[in-house]
Protein backbone atom coordinates (compact mmCIF):
# COMPACT_ATOMS: atom_id res chain seq x y z
CA UNK A 1 0.00 0.00 0.00
CA UNK A 2 1.33 3.33 -1.12
CA UNK A 3 1.01 6.37 1.72
CA UNK A 4 0.75 10.12 0.59
CA UNK A 5 1.54 11.95 3.95
CA UNK A 6 0.10 15.78 4.91
CA UNK A 7 1.04 18.29 7.11
CA UNK A 8 -1.52 20.82 7.99
CA UNK A 9 -0.68 23.69 9.86
CA UNK A 10 -2.37 23.71 13.28
CA UNK A 11 -3.10 20.03 12.95
CA UNK A 12 -0.76 17.06 15.16
CA UNK A 13 -0.67 14.46 12.59
CA UNK A 14 0.94 11.22 13.50
CA UNK A 15 0.98 8.81 10.15
CA UNK A 16 3.44 5.48 9.94
CA UNK A 17 4.59 4.74 6.54
CA UNK A 18 5.21 0.86 6.06
CA UNK A 19 9.01 -0.56 5.57
CA UNK A 20 10.40 -1.37 2.36
CA UNK A 21 7.17 -0.05 0.47
CA UNK A 22 7.14 -1.17 -3.58
CA UNK A 23 8.14 1.14 -5.42
CA UNK A 24 5.52 0.29 -8.53
CA UNK A 25 7.39 0.77 -12.43
CA UNK A 26 4.64 3.10 -14.32
CA UNK A 27 4.71 6.48 -16.27
CA UNK A 28 5.10 9.47 -14.30
CA UNK A 29 1.91 11.33 -13.15
CA UNK A 30 1.95 15.03 -11.85
CA UNK A 31 -0.35 14.86 -8.93
CA UNK A 32 -3.12 18.33 -9.88
CA UNK A 33 -2.43 20.14 -6.90
CA UNK A 34 1.18 20.44 -8.24
CA UNK A 35 1.89 23.96 -9.52
CA UNK A 36 3.19 23.69 -12.75
CA UNK A 37 6.84 25.46 -14.12
CA UNK A 38 7.01 28.70 -15.28
CA UNK A 39 10.11 28.98 -17.33
CA UNK A 40 10.99 33.08 -18.12
CA UNK A 41 13.13 33.54 -21.29
CA UNK A 42 16.62 34.42 -20.73
CA UNK A 43 17.74 38.16 -20.75
CA UNK A 44 19.61 39.79 -23.59
CA UNK A 45 23.32 40.09 -23.14
CA UNK A 46 24.54 43.51 -23.87
CA UNK A 47 26.87 44.16 -26.75
CA UNK A 48 29.87 45.12 -25.55
CA UNK A 49 32.47 47.51 -27.35
CA UNK A 50 36.46 46.20 -28.36
CA UNK A 51 38.88 48.55 -26.91
CA UNK A 52 42.17 47.18 -27.47
CA UNK A 53 43.99 48.91 -24.30
CA UNK A 54 41.52 47.74 -22.24
CA UNK A 55 41.87 44.43 -23.36
CA UNK A 56 45.93 44.72 -22.59
CA UNK A 57 45.48 46.37 -19.37
CA UNK A 58 42.85 43.03 -18.37
CA UNK A 59 45.36 40.76 -19.65
CA UNK A 60 48.35 42.16 -18.16
CA UNK A 61 46.40 42.16 -14.76
CA UNK A 62 45.13 38.42 -15.00
CA UNK A 63 49.03 38.01 -15.51
CA UNK A 64 50.02 39.51 -12.00
CA UNK A 65 46.85 37.82 -10.28
CA UNK A 66 48.33 34.22 -11.63
CA UNK A 67 52.11 35.04 -11.06
CA UNK A 68 50.76 36.38 -7.39
CA UNK A 69 47.86 34.50 -6.30
CA UNK A 70 47.91 31.32 -4.35
CA UNK A 71 44.88 30.05 -5.13
CA UNK A 72 43.04 31.76 -2.43
CA UNK A 73 40.09 34.68 -2.21
CA UNK A 74 38.59 36.24 0.29
CA UNK A 75 34.85 35.36 0.49
CA UNK A 76 31.91 37.86 2.02
CA UNK A 77 29.63 35.26 4.53
CA UNK A 78 26.32 36.90 5.45
CA UNK A 79 24.41 35.93 9.01
CA UNK A 80 20.94 36.93 10.19
CA UNK A 81 22.54 37.94 13.45
CA UNK A 82 25.72 39.28 14.03
CA UNK A 83 28.21 42.39 16.14
CA UNK A 84 27.27 46.02 15.15
CA UNK A 85 29.82 47.35 13.14
CA UNK A 86 33.21 48.24 15.20
CA UNK A 87 36.67 48.86 15.62
CA UNK A 88 39.63 48.96 17.91
CA UNK A 89 38.55 45.36 18.96
CA UNK A 90 40.17 41.69 18.89
CA UNK A 91 39.03 38.27 18.48
CA UNK A 92 40.31 34.65 19.14
CA UNK A 93 39.79 31.12 18.14
CA UNK A 94 38.03 28.29 20.10
CA UNK A 95 39.55 25.04 18.61
CA UNK A 96 38.45 23.11 21.22
CA UNK A 97 35.11 24.66 20.60
CA UNK A 98 35.53 25.41 16.94
CA UNK A 99 34.16 28.69 17.43
CA UNK A 100 35.84 32.44 16.72
CA UNK A 101 35.17 34.91 20.20
CA UNK A 102 34.79 38.46 19.81
CA UNK A 103 34.64 41.24 22.96
CA UNK A 104 34.15 44.65 23.20
CA UNK A 105 35.68 47.47 20.93
CA UNK A 106 34.79 50.92 19.93
CA UNK A 107 31.65 52.18 17.72
CA UNK A 108 32.59 55.55 16.69
CA UNK A 109 30.73 56.79 19.50
CA UNK A 110 31.02 54.56 22.39
CA UNK A 111 32.73 51.37 23.94
CA UNK A 112 31.33 48.29 23.91
CA UNK A 113 31.29 45.04 26.13
CA UNK A 114 29.90 42.37 24.46
CA UNK A 115 30.96 38.54 23.38
CA UNK A 116 29.97 36.85 20.17
CA UNK A 117 30.74 33.61 18.74
CA UNK A 118 31.09 32.70 15.22
CA UNK A 119 30.22 29.08 13.90
CA UNK A 120 31.53 29.37 10.77
CA UNK A 121 27.83 30.15 9.42
CA UNK A 122 26.08 32.24 12.09
CA UNK A 123 26.84 35.02 15.03
CA UNK A 124 25.31 34.34 18.16
CA UNK A 125 25.58 36.56 20.79
CA UNK A 126 27.04 34.96 24.54
CA UNK A 127 25.31 36.58 27.38
CA UNK A 128 27.68 35.73 30.27
CA UNK A 129 27.02 36.19 34.12
CA UNK A 130 30.01 37.90 34.22
CA UNK A 131 31.35 40.31 31.81
CA UNK A 132 34.31 42.42 31.72
CA UNK A 133 34.24 46.15 31.76
CA UNK A 134 33.34 47.88 28.28
CA UNK A 135 36.55 48.72 26.57
CA UNK A 136 38.80 49.04 23.41
CA UNK A 137 42.60 48.57 22.25
CA UNK A 138 42.56 45.20 24.31
CA UNK A 139 44.30 41.63 23.70
CA UNK A 140 43.01 38.15 23.23
CA UNK A 141 44.37 34.91 22.07
CA UNK A 142 43.34 31.38 23.30
CA UNK A 143 45.13 29.00 25.58
CA UNK A 144 44.78 25.56 23.98
CA UNK A 145 46.43 23.92 26.77
CA UNK A 146 44.15 25.52 29.43
CA UNK A 147 41.14 25.80 27.03
CA UNK A 148 40.40 29.20 28.03
CA UNK A 149 40.88 32.26 25.46
CA UNK A 150 42.90 34.79 27.72
CA UNK A 151 42.78 38.86 27.59
CA UNK A 152 44.48 41.64 28.72
CA UNK A 153 44.47 45.27 28.69
CA UNK A 154 42.40 47.63 27.16
CA UNK A 155 41.15 51.41 27.32
CA UNK A 156 38.43 52.54 29.12
CA UNK A 157 36.19 55.60 28.34
CA UNK A 158 37.14 56.87 31.80
CA UNK A 159 40.63 57.88 29.74
CA UNK A 160 42.83 54.97 31.89
CA UNK A 161 45.00 51.89 30.66
CA UNK A 162 44.10 48.65 32.27
CA UNK A 163 45.75 45.81 33.09
CA UNK A 164 43.19 43.32 34.46
CA UNK A 165 43.40 39.58 32.82
CA UNK A 166 40.40 37.44 32.08
CA UNK A 167 39.62 34.03 30.73
CA UNK A 168 36.67 33.14 28.95
CA UNK A 169 35.65 29.38 29.31
CA UNK A 170 32.97 29.06 26.54
CA UNK A 171 30.52 29.99 29.25
CA UNK A 172 31.13 32.71 31.54
CA UNK A 173 34.20 35.43 31.85
CA UNK A 174 36.95 34.71 35.13
CA UNK A 175 38.99 37.79 35.97
CA UNK A 176 42.18 36.20 36.94
CA UNK A 177 44.39 38.31 40.19
CA UNK A 178 48.08 36.84 39.82
CA UNK A 179 50.49 38.78 42.43
CA UNK A 180 52.70 40.34 39.77
CA UNK A 181 51.40 41.52 36.18
CA UNK A 182 52.41 43.79 33.19
CA UNK A 183 51.47 47.62 33.38
CA UNK A 184 48.22 48.69 32.38
CA UNK A 185 47.95 48.91 27.93
CA UNK A 186 46.21 49.28 25.11
CA UNK A 187 46.89 48.12 21.71
CA UNK A 188 49.55 45.28 22.74
CA UNK A 189 50.15 42.17 20.78
CA UNK A 190 49.17 38.81 22.21
CA UNK A 191 49.67 35.30 20.94
CA UNK A 192 49.37 31.89 22.22
CA UNK A 193 53.20 29.91 22.14
CA UNK A 194 52.23 26.88 21.38
CA UNK A 195 55.89 24.94 22.19
CA UNK A 196 56.48 26.71 25.37
CA UNK A 197 52.77 26.87 26.46
CA UNK A 198 52.61 30.34 27.85
CA UNK A 199 51.03 33.59 26.15
CA UNK A 200 53.22 36.31 25.40
CA UNK A 201 52.41 39.69 25.17
CA UNK A 202 55.05 42.65 23.87
CA UNK A 203 54.46 46.19 23.92
CA UNK A 204 51.17 48.73 23.45
CA UNK A 205 50.74 52.34 25.23
CA UNK A 206 50.47 53.13 28.82
CA UNK A 207 48.61 55.78 30.40
CA UNK A 208 49.73 56.69 34.18
CA UNK A 209 48.18 60.40 34.95
CA UNK A 210 48.29 62.40 32.09
CA UNK A 211 51.32 60.59 30.65
CA UNK A 212 51.32 58.64 27.73
CA UNK A 213 53.73 55.55 27.15
CA UNK A 214 54.92 53.17 24.63
CA UNK A 215 56.52 50.34 25.58
CA UNK A 216 58.44 47.32 24.09
CA UNK A 217 58.27 44.93 27.19
CA UNK A 218 57.82 41.32 27.00
CA UNK A 219 55.74 39.36 29.57
CA UNK A 220 54.69 35.72 29.64
CA UNK A 221 51.42 34.50 30.83
CA UNK A 222 51.44 30.62 32.21
CA UNK A 223 47.77 30.38 33.45
CA UNK A 224 48.68 31.41 37.41
CA UNK A 225 51.16 34.18 36.67
CA UNK A 226 52.83 36.83 34.64
CA UNK A 227 56.84 36.69 34.05
CA UNK A 228 58.64 39.40 32.39
CA UNK A 229 61.65 38.18 29.93
CA UNK A 230 64.27 40.82 29.33
CA UNK A 231 65.85 39.79 25.68
CA UNK A 232 68.97 40.92 24.98
CA UNK A 233 67.52 42.43 21.48
CA UNK A 234 63.87 43.41 20.85
CA UNK A 235 61.78 45.59 18.97
CA UNK A 236 61.79 49.55 19.70
CA UNK A 237 58.89 50.87 21.46
CA UNK A 238 55.27 50.49 19.98
CA UNK A 239 51.49 49.98 19.67
CA UNK A 240 48.76 48.63 17.63
CA UNK A 241 51.36 45.94 16.09
CA UNK A 242 50.62 42.46 14.32
CA UNK A 243 51.73 39.22 16.10
CA UNK A 244 50.75 35.77 14.60
CA UNK A 245 52.69 32.37 16.40
CA UNK A 246 53.83 30.25 13.08
CA UNK A 247 53.31 26.85 15.02
CA UNK A 248 55.59 25.05 12.07
CA UNK A 249 58.69 26.75 13.32
CA UNK A 250 57.76 27.86 16.94
CA UNK A 251 58.18 31.16 16.74
CA UNK A 252 56.14 34.23 17.12
CA UNK A 253 56.31 36.91 13.84
CA UNK A 254 55.70 40.47 14.76
CA UNK A 255 55.36 43.60 12.21
CA UNK A 256 54.64 47.08 12.17
CA UNK A 257 52.65 49.02 14.48
CA UNK A 258 53.13 52.74 15.33
CA UNK A 259 55.80 54.77 17.91
CA UNK A 260 54.50 57.80 19.81
CA UNK A 261 57.19 60.72 20.03
CA UNK A 262 55.73 63.25 21.77
CA UNK A 263 52.18 63.69 20.43
CA UNK A 264 53.49 62.47 16.97
CA UNK A 265 52.79 59.36 16.01
CA UNK A 266 54.74 57.14 13.34
CA UNK A 267 54.30 54.17 11.61
CA UNK A 268 56.61 51.23 11.08
CA UNK A 269 56.93 48.02 8.41
CA UNK A 270 59.90 46.17 10.13
CA UNK A 271 59.90 42.17 10.76
CA UNK A 272 61.06 40.62 14.03
CA UNK A 273 60.43 37.14 15.80
CA UNK A 274 60.69 35.71 18.98
CA UNK A 275 62.22 32.21 19.52
CA UNK A 276 61.23 32.10 23.31
CA UNK A 277 64.22 33.56 24.56
CA UNK A 278 65.45 36.04 21.93
CA UNK A 279 63.84 39.10 19.32
CA UNK A 280 65.33 39.01 16.05
CA UNK A 281 64.92 41.48 13.40
CA UNK A 282 64.56 39.63 9.72
CA UNK A 283 64.48 41.67 6.27
CA UNK A 284 63.10 40.97 2.74
CA UNK A 285 63.78 43.08 0.03
CA UNK A 286 59.72 43.08 -0.54
CA UNK A 287 57.49 44.17 2.28
CA UNK A 288 54.13 45.77 3.46
CA UNK A 289 54.22 49.36 3.46
CA UNK A 290 53.95 50.74 7.16
CA UNK A 291 50.74 50.21 8.72
CA UNK A 292 49.02 50.46 11.99
CA UNK A 293 46.88 47.30 13.30
CA UNK A 294 47.03 43.97 14.29
CA UNK A 295 45.23 41.79 12.04
CA UNK A 296 47.93 39.23 11.36
CA UNK A 297 47.43 35.26 11.36
CA UNK A 298 49.40 31.72 10.94
CA UNK A 299 47.90 29.66 8.25
CA UNK A 300 48.29 26.56 9.37
CA UNK A 301 47.23 24.61 6.17
CA UNK A 302 49.44 27.09 3.44
CA UNK A 303 52.33 27.34 6.10
CA UNK A 304 52.50 31.32 5.72
CA UNK A 305 51.42 34.09 8.29
CA UNK A 306 48.98 36.03 6.67
CA UNK A 307 48.91 40.02 7.10
CA UNK A 308 45.43 42.26 5.47
CA UNK A 309 45.28 46.02 5.30
CA UNK A 310 45.39 48.20 7.47
CA UNK A 311 47.93 50.69 5.69
CA UNK A 312 47.86 54.56 5.95
CA UNK A 313 44.27 55.79 6.19
CA UNK A 314 43.20 52.39 5.55
CA UNK A 315 44.27 49.76 2.59
CA UNK A 316 43.19 46.31 1.70
CA UNK A 317 46.23 44.85 0.49
CA UNK A 318 46.54 40.58 1.50
CA UNK A 319 50.67 39.64 1.78
CA UNK A 320 52.02 36.49 3.01
CA UNK A 321 55.47 35.94 4.72
CA UNK A 322 57.19 32.32 4.85
CA UNK A 323 59.46 33.10 7.50
CA UNK A 324 62.21 34.37 4.91
CA UNK A 325 60.26 36.83 2.47
CA UNK A 326 57.06 38.88 2.10
CA UNK A 327 54.98 38.42 -0.68
CA UNK A 328 51.94 40.54 -1.86
CA UNK A 329 48.80 38.41 -3.08
CA UNK A 330 46.29 39.41 -5.55
CA UNK A 331 43.21 37.99 -4.34
CA UNK A 332 40.10 38.07 -7.46
CA UNK A 333 37.61 39.30 -4.39
CA UNK A 334 38.67 41.10 -1.23
CA UNK A 335 37.16 43.53 1.82
CA UNK A 336 37.48 47.20 1.36
CA UNK A 337 39.56 49.65 2.30
CA UNK A 338 40.03 49.24 6.63
CA UNK A 339 41.87 49.50 9.27
CA UNK A 340 41.18 48.79 13.08
CA UNK A 341 39.70 44.91 11.99
CA UNK A 342 40.20 41.77 13.55
CA UNK A 343 41.31 38.55 12.35
CA UNK A 344 41.89 35.00 13.25
CA UNK A 345 42.64 31.56 11.58
CA UNK A 346 39.90 29.09 11.97
CA UNK A 347 41.85 25.55 12.08
CA UNK A 348 38.53 23.46 11.79
CA UNK A 349 37.75 24.72 8.88
CA UNK A 350 40.90 26.29 7.54
CA UNK A 351 40.02 29.76 6.64
CA UNK A 352 41.06 32.79 7.61
CA UNK A 353 37.85 34.69 9.70
CA UNK A 354 38.12 38.69 9.88
CA UNK A 355 35.30 40.61 11.03
CA UNK A 356 34.63 45.01 11.17
CA UNK A 357 36.88 47.53 10.95
CA UNK A 358 36.75 51.14 9.81
CA UNK A 359 36.52 52.90 6.98
CA UNK A 360 39.01 55.30 5.90
CA UNK A 361 37.91 58.95 5.81
CA UNK A 362 34.96 58.60 7.03
CA UNK A 363 33.32 60.10 9.98
CA UNK A 364 33.15 58.81 13.56
CA UNK A 365 29.04 58.17 13.22
CA UNK A 366 29.27 56.18 9.82
CA UNK A 367 32.76 54.23 9.59
CA UNK A 368 32.50 51.33 11.61
CA UNK A 369 32.37 48.20 9.31
CA UNK A 370 30.11 45.04 10.61
CA UNK A 371 31.01 42.74 7.61
CA UNK A 372 32.35 38.86 7.71
CA UNK A 373 34.86 37.15 5.45
CA UNK A 374 36.79 34.54 4.96
CA UNK A 375 39.96 34.13 2.74
CA UNK A 376 39.42 30.54 1.88
CA UNK A 377 40.27 28.47 -1.81
CA UNK A 378 38.51 29.85 -4.47
CA UNK A 379 36.05 27.74 -5.42
CA UNK A 380 32.93 27.96 -7.58
CA UNK A 381 30.47 29.96 -4.82
CA UNK A 382 33.17 32.49 -3.88
CA UNK A 383 32.47 34.19 -7.02
CA UNK A 384 28.61 34.66 -6.33
CA UNK A 385 26.98 37.39 -4.89
CA UNK A 386 23.59 36.92 -5.88
CA UNK A 387 22.81 34.83 -2.55
CA UNK A 388 24.67 33.66 0.54
CA UNK A 389 27.52 31.90 0.25
CA UNK A 390 26.19 28.75 1.80
CA UNK A 391 23.28 28.75 -0.02
CA UNK A 392 24.94 28.36 -3.28
CA UNK A 393 27.20 25.80 -1.15
CA UNK A 394 24.05 23.53 -1.21
CA UNK A 395 23.09 23.89 -4.77
CA UNK A 396 26.46 22.95 -6.13
CA UNK A 397 26.01 20.16 -3.41
CA UNK A 398 22.78 19.34 -4.77
CA UNK A 399 24.29 19.27 -8.41
CA UNK A 400 26.94 16.91 -7.84
CA UNK A 401 25.51 14.51 -5.20
CA UNK A 402 22.53 14.31 -8.08
CA UNK A 403 24.63 13.66 -11.46
CA UNK A 404 23.48 17.13 -12.32
CA UNK A 405 25.34 16.57 -15.97
CA UNK A 406 22.67 14.08 -16.47
CA UNK A 407 19.89 16.05 -15.36
CA UNK A 408 16.83 15.85 -18.04
CA UNK A 409 17.23 20.00 -17.57
CA UNK A 410 20.12 21.61 -15.94
CA UNK A 411 19.78 24.80 -18.06
CA UNK A 412 22.29 27.24 -16.21
CA UNK A 413 23.41 25.41 -13.47
CA UNK A 414 27.00 25.98 -12.84
CA UNK A 415 27.55 28.07 -15.97
CA UNK A 416 26.42 31.30 -14.70
CA UNK A 417 27.37 33.25 -11.62
CA UNK A 418 23.54 34.20 -11.34
CA UNK A 419 22.07 30.99 -9.64
CA UNK A 420 18.76 32.49 -9.07
CA UNK A 421 18.20 32.09 -13.21
CA UNK A 422 18.89 28.82 -12.95
CA UNK A 423 16.36 26.25 -14.22
CA UNK A 424 14.10 25.28 -11.08
CA UNK A 425 15.66 28.08 -8.29
CA UNK A 426 13.65 30.92 -7.26
CA UNK A 427 14.90 33.48 -5.25
CA UNK A 428 13.32 36.45 -3.29
CA UNK A 429 15.38 39.18 -1.17
CA UNK A 430 18.64 37.44 -1.85
CA UNK A 431 17.33 34.56 -0.70
CA UNK A 432 16.67 30.65 -2.32
CA UNK A 433 12.40 30.24 -1.59
CA UNK A 434 12.19 27.72 -3.99
CA UNK A 435 13.50 24.65 -5.04
CA UNK A 436 11.72 22.94 -8.28
CA UNK A 437 13.58 20.13 -9.92
CA UNK A 438 10.58 17.35 -10.04
CA UNK A 439 11.04 14.57 -12.85
CA UNK A 440 14.23 15.97 -13.58
CA UNK A 441 16.30 12.60 -13.44
CA UNK A 442 18.10 13.56 -10.08
CA UNK A 443 19.84 10.62 -8.86
CA UNK A 444 21.18 10.07 -6.11
CA UNK A 445 21.34 10.97 -2.23
CA UNK A 446 19.83 14.61 -0.67
CA UNK A 447 23.00 16.20 0.39
CA UNK A 448 22.87 17.37 3.92
CA UNK A 449 24.02 20.93 2.59
CA UNK A 450 20.23 21.19 1.89
CA UNK A 451 19.95 22.55 5.40
CA UNK A 452 21.68 25.39 4.34
CA UNK A 453 18.79 27.04 2.76
CA UNK A 454 17.14 28.67 5.28
CA UNK A 455 14.92 30.42 3.91
CA UNK A 456 13.27 28.26 1.48
CA UNK A 457 9.65 27.77 1.35
CA UNK A 458 9.01 25.31 -0.85
CA UNK A 459 10.85 21.72 -1.95
CA UNK A 460 9.88 19.74 -4.75
CA UNK A 461 12.10 17.13 -5.46
CA UNK A 462 9.47 14.18 -6.57
CA UNK A 463 9.45 11.45 -9.71
CA UNK A 464 13.13 11.29 -9.72
CA UNK A 465 15.88 8.39 -8.64
CA UNK A 466 17.00 9.82 -5.20
CA UNK A 467 17.98 6.89 -2.65
CA UNK A 468 19.59 6.64 0.78
CA UNK A 469 18.25 8.11 3.62
CA UNK A 470 16.66 12.06 4.60
CA UNK A 471 19.22 14.34 5.92
CA UNK A 472 18.54 15.13 9.44
CA UNK A 473 19.54 18.55 8.09
CA UNK A 474 16.02 19.35 6.18
CA UNK A 475 14.99 20.37 10.39
CA UNK A 476 16.76 23.25 9.27
CA UNK A 477 14.80 24.55 6.78
CA UNK A 478 12.04 26.39 9.32
CA UNK A 479 10.73 28.65 6.85
CA UNK A 480 9.29 25.41 4.61
CA UNK A 481 6.05 25.43 3.63
CA UNK A 482 5.75 22.69 0.77
CA UNK A 483 8.24 19.36 1.07
CA UNK A 484 7.09 17.08 -2.23
CA UNK A 485 9.64 13.60 -2.21
CA UNK A 486 7.46 11.61 -3.61
CA UNK A 487 8.47 8.96 -6.43
CA UNK A 488 11.61 8.22 -5.22
CA UNK A 489 13.91 5.27 -3.82
CA UNK A 490 14.82 6.89 -0.43
CA UNK A 491 15.05 5.15 2.51
CA UNK A 492 15.42 4.87 5.77
CA UNK A 493 13.60 5.98 9.30
CA UNK A 494 11.89 9.68 8.57
CA UNK A 495 13.89 12.20 10.56
CA UNK A 496 11.98 13.30 13.54
CA UNK A 497 12.69 16.64 13.32
CA UNK A 498 10.59 17.17 10.09
CA UNK A 499 7.85 17.37 12.68
CA UNK A 500 8.92 20.10 14.22
CA UNK A 501 8.70 22.55 10.68
CA UNK A 502 5.82 24.74 11.95
CA UNK A 503 5.13 26.34 9.12
CA UNK A 504 4.94 23.45 7.20
CA UNK A 505 1.37 22.94 5.16
CA UNK A 506 2.32 20.08 2.25
CA UNK A 507 4.55 17.02 3.37
CA UNK A 508 4.24 14.32 0.79
CA UNK A 509 7.03 11.39 0.52
CA UNK A 510 4.60 8.71 -0.56
CA UNK A 511 6.14 5.79 -2.31
CA UNK A 512 9.26 5.41 -1.08
CA UNK A 513 10.82 2.68 1.11
CA UNK A 514 10.55 4.90 4.17
CA UNK A 515 9.79 4.01 7.82
CA UNK A 516 9.10 6.10 10.90
CA UNK A 517 6.43 8.49 13.05
CA UNK A 518 6.22 12.00 12.44
Not at 14 to 43: G, K, N
Not at 47 to 64: G, R
Not at 273 to 293: A, C, F, I, M, V
Amino acid sequence: MTHSIWRTRGLSLILLITLLLPVTAQPPVRAASEPPLALEPPEPQPTLDYDPAVAEAAIAAAEQSLNTSTGYTWVERSSGTRPAGRYDFTMAYDSAREVVVLFGGWTGIGYLRDTWEWNGVNWVQRTPATVPLSRSGHSMTYDSARGVVVMFGGYRPTNETLDETWEWNGVNWVERTPSSRPPGRHGGGLVYDEARNVVLLFGGQNKSGSTWTTLNDTWEWNGSNWTQRYPATRPSTRQYHAMAYDNARGITVLFGGRHRSGDTYVSLNDTWEWNGSNWTQRYSTTRPTERTGRAMVYDRVQGVTLLFGEGSGGTNDTWEWNGTTWTQRYPPTRPSERNGHAMVYDSARAVTVLFGGQKPQASYMENALDDTWVYDIATFCNYITEIPYNECEALVALYEATDGPNWANNTDWLATYTPCSWYGVTCSGGRVTKLDLRTNQLSGEIPPEIGNLRALQDLFLPENALHGPLPPEIGNLTALRQLWLSENQLTGEIPPIIGDLTALIYLNLGRNRLSGAI
